[in-house]
């Protein structure tokens, strides 16, 4: 099945885990995909297990600062085209004792798991509105 023939696709954490998995299952549907990583040596291993240099581009990314997001869609867009699908799956987990948790601990993982979905929506949308379609899809967890 090609469901996403044509369509270029970011995918943030895309480097392992369930990141990787989506950006496997959209190259298998026919789609282009960027993986947006923070340890590019991983993104780039998994560029070249589900995928080459045609459909998957690696670009090291962190998603907590914006610019980095930006440069990676522009890294994609220069690459590919027009970003049609954000898939804000970069996250992390921090769950501990509450009263053990570091202030360090709490901001880190609002910065990913809240500040990098800002981020990669504010970096797509302004393209997605100006060409009136595109999809963002917002994984988050209990
Ligand atoms: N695994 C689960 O059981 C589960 C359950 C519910 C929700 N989730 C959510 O699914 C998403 C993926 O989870 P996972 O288990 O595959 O995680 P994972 O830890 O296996 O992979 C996360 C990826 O994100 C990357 N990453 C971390 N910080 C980043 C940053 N600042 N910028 C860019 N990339 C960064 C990591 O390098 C890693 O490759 C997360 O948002 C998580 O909260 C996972």
């Known amino acids: 099945m090609t469901r996403l023939a044509g369509k270029v696709a970011m995918i943030t954490g895309a480097g392992r885990g369930i990141g990787a998995a989506i950006a496997s299952a959209f190259v298998r549907e026919g789609a282009v995909v960027v993986l947006a990583e923070l340890d590019i040596a991983l993104a780039r291993e998994t560029a070249a297990r589900i995928g080459s240099a045609s459909n998957v581009l690696a670009v090291q990314t962190d998603v907590t ?3 980095s997001v930006q440069n990676a869609v522009s890294e994609g867009e220069a690459k590919f085209g027009a970003i049609d699908v954000l898939v804000n799956n970069a996250g992390i987990n921090v769950f501990c ?4 948790m570091t202030d360090d601990d709490w901001r880190r993982c609002f910065a ?3 500040d990098g ?3 990669g929506c504010r970096a797509v949308l302004p393209g997605m ?3 009136g379609r595109g999809s963002i899809v917002n994984i988050a967890s209990t």
């Open 97 to 100: 004792d509450p009263l053990t």
């Open 129 to 131: 509105v100006e060409r």
């Open 117 to 119: 979905v800002w981020n």
């Open 65 to 67: 600062q914006s610019a």
């Open 112 to 114: 990913v798991d809240l």
